[in-house]
């Protein structure tokens, strides 16, 4: 489990981080949603430590991140895997070389074995007999398959998605969100997963915690979201027409 | 303390030998075809200008070849070719590091718990810190040769006072300034675009600067270091 506990941060004089609490849960997939520069991604940040916090705690099944040593943190973060906005696939490798990456530099695994979990991480996300394909070669939904197939390369604990279907088609973003999901549920990792894409929130929204100008502003589930009484969670969740009918069909 | 981080202890050496082995092939092989063309181009070029300069009878001709070997031995292979490979190597080196931070590729490896400042920056120093004095040797011999190949065909000078002018006065230890200068100068080149490189933040324009200033500061530091050098080892 990863709690986070009264987390600060500022960037100059601006205050983008305020005092967020909030607990996520293994097995289960923990969203963070909010509008565009709310401070979502600089709290997953601030969580595996490319920002420092100011202030607070951000506990990796008890042992608080921010507080630990450089060994320690490597440690913890050998056991994450983090599926980048853009995928962060690494240009100079092929699909099986960057899946094959994190095996190479921390298991001691021969090389028929990290080509089998290799082969197993690709069929996962529906990308087998693309091995020797370069990053150029995918499309944006085959690079998050691929990234995603990365990020759990390694059997990682805790896994990190930044906006997982951002750019992608409807179907692929389906996709996409229900391999996190399975690979949760499959492997009882802890995700946390920062999305503002609505149809994401009611495919796989267990645990959601929304965010409005850097504040925890409400904490539920997708069948909670849909009967808020919070002002801003609610200009947020039925800002499309198509919400706006869900909910209109919900209330006959 | 980025350099710091670059010599920390490696955490897997067998990756990094196979970086080293490949940044040796990226940064130093792939150069040769343009050290080979401006080293024989140069030689030749000093060889003509020796000879021009020389319109004394009192000066033998054997002077041509004498100056060639010095010229390049000096300060066109060492100094000059380094600072052609500030910018072939030092623009490739931060541009390539700076798109993999403005693409979030560091923070993938620093999320894995992977030292990235170890992982990129350091098999890229200790690849040109060991093949840069290969690529200067070469350059030299080709410098030379380029030299014997304009002096005789121009008329210049012939065969045998070329080549008597290349071995007359010679002092090994020559050697010893122009490859130590070759050394550090690596190391400049290397760590000074992967610092620019590393620190980019924004978006293509800012690799683009990064490139630009790696170039430039490289550059000015090598001149700064041959000045500091020649000035330790030649100036007794």
Known sequence: MIEIKNINKTFGDRHVVKDVSFKFYPGKTNLMIGESGCGKTTLVKLMVGLHEVDSGEVLFDGQNFPKLSQVEKQDIRKKIGMLFQGGALFDSQTLEENVMFPLDMFTELSKEEKLERVNFCLEKVQLVGKNKLYPAELSGGMKKRAALARAIANNPKYLFCDEPNSGLDPKTSIVIDNLIKDLTEEFNITTVIITHDMNSVMEIGENIMFIHKGENYWTGDKTQILKTTNKELFDFVFASEFMKQVLSATNK | ?236
């Open chain 2, 1 to 236: 303390m980025l350099l710091y981080r670059v010599f920390s202890k490696p955490q897997k050496l067998s990756i990094y030998i196979r970086q080293i082995i490949f940044e040796i092939n990226n940064i130093g092989i792939t150069s040769l075809p343009i050290i080979a063309i401006i080293s024989v181009f140069m030689g030749g070029i000093i060889t003509i200008q020796a000879a021009h300069a020389i319109d004394s009878p009192l000066v033998p001709l054997y002077a041509v070849g004498f100056t060639t070997r010095e010229s390049i031995i000096l300060e066109f292979s060492p100094t000059i070719v380094c600072l052609i490979l500030a910018g072939k190597v030092g623009s490739n080196i931060a541009s390539e590091i700076g798109a993999m931070r403005i693409t979030e590729q560091i923070d993938a490896l620093e999320i894995m718990g992977i030292n990235s400042a170890g992982y990129l920056i350091f098999p890229k120093i200790a690849g040109a810190v060991f093949i840069f004095p290969f690529l200067i040797a070469i350059s030299m011999f080709l410098g030379i040769f380029g030299g014997y190949l304009m002096g005789v065909s121009s008329g210049a000078c012939t065969s045998y006072q070329y080549l008597f002018g290349i071995q007359a006065f010679f002092d090994p230890g020559k050697f010893y300034y122009s490859f130590t200068k070759v050394v550090v100068f690596a190391f400049i080149i290397t760590s000074v675009s992967a610092y620019f490189g590393y620190n980019t933040s924004g978006g293509a324009l800012e690799v683009g600067k990064s490139s630009t200033n790696a170039v430039v500061y490289s550059s000015i530091l090598i001149l700064l270091f041959s000045l500091i050098l020649t000035n330790i080892f030649l100036n007794t």
